[in-house]
Each structure stands twice: as C-alpha cells, then as structure tokens.
C-alpha cells in the first residue's frame, strides 16, 4: 500500500478522495478541546449551547476539523513529506455537529521543483472537508516540500528505516 507520494507522482489537477470518513462524537470534540485549552462553551457546556447560540447545540471545535482532514490527507499527499512549508489559507465554511461524519478531498493545485536541491519540490494543494449531506466545513490550501524518487532511494526506498525482524528459534 502506498503512503505518500514522490514529486513526480503529483499531477496538477488531480483529486485524492481520502477514504474513510470520520464520524465526530461528542468525546472527540471534547478530548481535543480539553488537550489544547480550548473551553469556550459554544464546544463543552450543552446547556450553554442551547440556550445562547444561534446553532441551539454545540459545535466541533473547528482547530479538530482541521486536523481530522490533514490527518486524512496524510496517506494520499504527504506520507513522504520533507517538510510541510505553509498553510496559505484556513476557512471554516459551515459548522460540524456531533455525529457528523467528515470526508475530504485534495486537489493538487501546482508543484515546482527546488531551486536549491535537485531531489525535491514543493506541492501546492487544497483540501475541502464536507459532511454526510455534501455540505463544505471546512477548506484548506497549503505548501508541501516532498523528495523525488531520486531522494527515497537514497534513503532507503519505499519504507525507510524499516528494520528486519530478528530470527525466531
């Protein structure tokens, strides 16, 4: 199974459909919030929720729609990744709601070889995050540094430091 891929394997145009979805529980958002300090209410107080905002629930913290997708785009953009450069954009377009579930997709929107090392370039692409009904959450562009095939084999291929297992007996 691949994970990542090489410079040459991006073509401008096209759209990974990350698979699967995730469905969002209640203990996923709250987890997030708690482990980054975020308590604003709209995300951890039902009650709060209900009876002050105009959504009358609570709302995923969008900072966990975020990085549910770049998690999601990890396999497909950038498993082999160097280093990720930029984050051009972030819109949150529609809310997440509990027991939602989000899918994504990227686009590869351009790619440009390194103009100061040969055995890489740079990947510029947009991911959308959308729920079970189509509706967008969540849309993202950002700049990947990834090796050629040139850099993964001399690194070790495909699976780079994988060590072999010792003989059983």
Not at 18 to 26: F, I
Not at 29 to 42: A, G, K, R, V, Y
Not at 116 to 129: L, W
Request: contains cysteine; aromatic residues 10%.
């Amino acid at each position: 199974m691949q994970f990542g891929r090489y410079y040459e394997e991006f073509e401008v145009g096209a759209v990974y459909k990350h698979w699967p979805g995730k469905t969002v529980t209640e203990y996923d958002d709250h987890l997030f919030c708690l482990i980054t300090m975020n308590h604003h209410p709209l995300h951890l107080d039902s009650h709060y929720a209900a009876e002050s905002t105009d959504f009358g629930r609570n709302v995923v913290v969008g900072n966990y729609v975020y990085s549910l997708l770049l998690g999601m785009s990890v396999p497909d953009v950038s498993g082999k990744a160097i280093a990720n450069l930029e984050i051009e954009s972030l819109r949150h377009v529609a809310p997440t709601f509990h027991g939602d579930t989000v899918y994504g997709e990227t686009t590869v929107l351009d790619k440009a070889e390194s103009r100061s090392r040969d055995d890489r370039g740079v990947v510029h692409v947009e991911t959308i995050g959308y729920k079970q009904d189509g509706t967008v959450v969540c849309v993202f562009r950002r700049k990947v540094m990834v090796p050629k095939r040139s850099y993964g084999e001399a690194r070790g291929g495909e699976q780079p430091g994988r060590p072999e297992p010792t003989p059983r007996g």
